[in-house]
């Protein structure tokens, strides 16, 4: 495990982001740039998001991701809408696609 790696394994060990932008950058990219969602759920809980709603996103998008399906705005808020008695995060997650510039963003992170 190299310096990166035990950089990210801190973070994730630790109570949360504690970075609101942070949280909706990774959520973001999540959406937008899926290449990089085995990476981000193997290294990230739900428990490390400070806001509610980012942790219920971030719950689908792991679900999504350890059945092989597609992450995309369509499959996480059906994801939501069914495990979450009807809650609509459209709004939210629609904000996050415009964060993140490219995957590099999350690759900048590591």
Request: aromatic share 6%.
């Amino acid at each position: 495990m190299n310096q990166t790696d035990n950089q990210i394994t801190s973070k994730s060990n630790s109570d949360a982001l504690k970075d609101v932008q942070l949280e909706r950058a990774v959520l973001g990219i999540l959406l937008v740039f899926n290449r990089h969602a085995d990476d981000i759920c193997a290294l990230l809980t739900p428990e490390v998001f400070t806001e509610e709603d980012h942790r219920i996103i971030f719950t689908a998008c792991r679900s999504l991701n350890q059945r092989g399906e597609d992450i995309d705005l369509l499959s996480v808020s059906n994801e939501i809408r069914r495990t979450q008695q009807g809650l609509n995060l459209d709004y939210q997650m629609a904000q996050f696609m415009n964060i993140p510039s490219s995957g590099a963003d999350w690759e900048r992170q590591c």
